[in-house]
């Protein structure tokens, strides 16, 4: 069963920092591409950042552009999302995604979804 968790959610005050993990399993990890996502409430699902497996290289919603890096462990099966100099509007539920053709910040395309975890940022 293909499985995605999320991690290391919780509540920071602006300025703050939390790095964010997703663990990965039930699928050949290398062949995906993984991206993160959030959701605040009344709002639509928006991509923050994705890999592409291709390329080896990070893209980023430029509203979190030069304050999150996402990066990714291929033996652990793990992407990870470290976000500093938090901001209230960062408030979300963050997402993992993966997906075969899920290339992009949009959401179509990927297959498989975690649960979300909370990241709560205060003024």
């Known amino acids: 069963e293909v499985q995605l968790v999320e991690s ?3 509540l920071v005050q602006a300025g703050g920092s939390l790095r ?3 663990a990965v399993s039930g699928l050949t990890f290398v062949d995906y591409a993984i991206g993160w996502f959030r959701q605040a409430p009344g709002k639509e ?3 923050v950042s994705y890999i592409s497996q291709s390329s080896d290289s990070t893209y980023y919603a ?3 552009k030069d304050r999150f890096t996402m990066s990714s462990d291929y033996v652990k099966k793990e992407v990870y999302l470290q976000m500093n100099s938090l901001k209230p509007e960062d408030t979300a539920v ?3 995604a993966a997906g075969l053709f899920g290339l ?3 959401t179509a395309g990927y297959d498989y979804w975690g649960q979300g975890t909370q990241v709560t940022v205060s003024s």
């Open 45 to 47: 699902r928006e991509g």
């Open 62 to 64: 430029d509203s979190v």
């Open 104 to 106: 992009g910040l949009g």
């Open 94 to 96: 963050y997402y993992c």
């Open 20 to 22: 964010l993990s997703c």
């Open 8 to 10: 290391g959610g919780g």
